[in-house]
């Protein structure tokens, strides 16, 4: 028997904002939040100078908890922390440490400048950078266990490292974890902190933006003269819960996650497959239980490269009954988050079902005619009523990933 899974709390930390009124000001403003890092004007054989950075200073936390953390693990704990005491979690100790609470939390990879600190010895024979928290603040698992020691959580934890699908598939297996019986909650999601060395692994594929001049035109998801990506950070937390568990604690829940599906292409590291993009959407339509009519918003990965829109859009065509539903990406806001934009786009996404507003596709004047024929969101946004809303993320590696959620 499978159980129902609920969205019972959620944070977000972005370059829109942190609190939900303040992230739909800004989108409804209708400008994106890129700017040109001139500190990166060092880096004189890398072509981007745009990204999109979180204004974010250190949580007044407990400082025994905290010092071993780098900034993607402070993001992640600090979204967690507003993320649980939204959900109301935070006043029940006992429930938090029985065993029957877990964390599933994602990044690309831990802090990068600690890395430096590691590998300097293998150069310059000297070991004095190395601390105590060096590794703890590079390692990979570094936001999930950050989280789960925080927190004193002892139940199941899941990291997931799968670049721009990290935040999404831990939600997905928190899902699981939950439907399956295996948890009773779990905290959810991913964070990224901003390094140029992100941008420098796109920049090496002719795949960023170059309007350096002009950060407000990038990226252009969708756009027929699209130039490229532009990196972000950020982090996004979702609480899940089981149904019967939220509702007699009188909880508020904000949706039901009904749909989860992922698979991999097994084909090319970094060129998307349209085939397996769209099996993925479709094994999160199946485990839903509901018809390809009844998405009646996707949240597009949205990348602005012309291959991941492309093959995304296609995808979403096709799985989603060959019809024109409508799509945008938080992207064009925000840059690409990576490992953090599952949980800020789903968290996002979740608002916009319950307040019937959509945000448009900023800079996008001319559909690539090369996307499928969607309808994609411009101007000023899109009112709608919708009941099922999907977001969907992809990664190198082939790694796709499709969540849908229920209005409840």
């Known amino acids: 028997m499978t159980r129902r899974v609920v969205v019972t709390g959620g944070s977000c930390i972005s370059a829109l904002g942190c609190e939900v009124d303040e992230i739909f000001d800004s989108l409804h403003q209708l400008k994106n939040k890129v700017v040109r890092m001139d500190d990166w004007d060092r880096y004189t054989q890398m072509n981007t100078r745009l990204a999109s950075p979180v204004n974010f200073e250190v949580p007044d936390l407990p400082r025994k908890k905290i010092r071993g953390m780098g900034r993607v693990a402070l993001l992640a704990t600090a979204s967690a922390v507003r993320a649980l005491k939204d959900s109301g979690l935070d006043q029940d100790p006992a429930f938090l440490q029985s065993g029957r609470v877990g964390v599933a ?5 831990g802090s990068v400048y600690p890395l ?29 266990v950050n989280i789960a020691v925080y927190f004193g959580l ?53 795949a960023t933006s170059t309007m350096n001049d002009h950060p407000e035109l990038a990226p252009a998801s969708y756009d027929k003269d699209r130039d490229g990506l532009v990196i972000g950070e950020g982090s996004g937390t979702l609480v899940l819960e089981e149904y019967e568990h939220a509702k007699a604690r009188g909880a508020k829940i904000y ?45 597009g990965h949205g990348t602005a490269t012309p291959q991941g829109d492309n093959a995304e859009s296609w995808a979403t065509y096709n799985a989603l009954g060959k019809r ?37 596709n900023l800079n996008l ?20 009523d919708v009941d099922y809303i999907m977001s969907n993320n992809f990664a190198f590696g082939g790694v796709n990933t499709s969540l849908v959620f229920k209005k409840i």
Request: charge should be negative.
């Open 116 to 144: 430096v600190d590691f590998f300097s010895m293998l150069v310059t024979d000297d070991c004095s950078k190395i601390t105590a928290t060096t590794y703890i603040k590079s390692m990979p698992q570094t936001c999930a």
């Open 105 to 109: 939390y994602g990044s690309c990879m």
């Open 324 to 360: 024109a539903v409508p799509i945008s990406s938080l992207k064009s806001y925000i840059g690409h988050t990576l490992g953090a934009c599952g949980g800020i786009e789903a968290w996002t996404s979740i608002h916009m079902m319950h307040r019937g507003w959509f945000s448009p």
């Open 365 to 384: 004047k001319n559909v690539d005619p090369a996307c499928a024929p969607l309808d994609y969101i411009t101007g000023s946004g899109r009112e709608m």
């Open 154 to 206: 002892t139940g199941r934890l899941y990291t997931s490292n799968t670049a721009c699908t990290s935040g999404s598939i831990s939600i997905g297996t928190a899902y699981e974890y939950i439907k399956y019986g295996m948890q009773d909650a779990m905290i959810a999601g991913g964070a990224e902190e901003l390094n140029p060395t992100q941008s420098a692994v796109f920049d090496t594929l002719f």
């Open 255 to 299: 949706a039901e996650l009904v749909g989860f599906g992922t698979n991999t292409d097994g084909d090319h590291l970094t060129s998307p497959k349209a085939e397996t993009m769209q099996r993925a959407l479709e094994l999160a339509i199946e485990d839903a239980g509901i018809s390809p009519e009844a998405i009646g918003y996707v949240n």
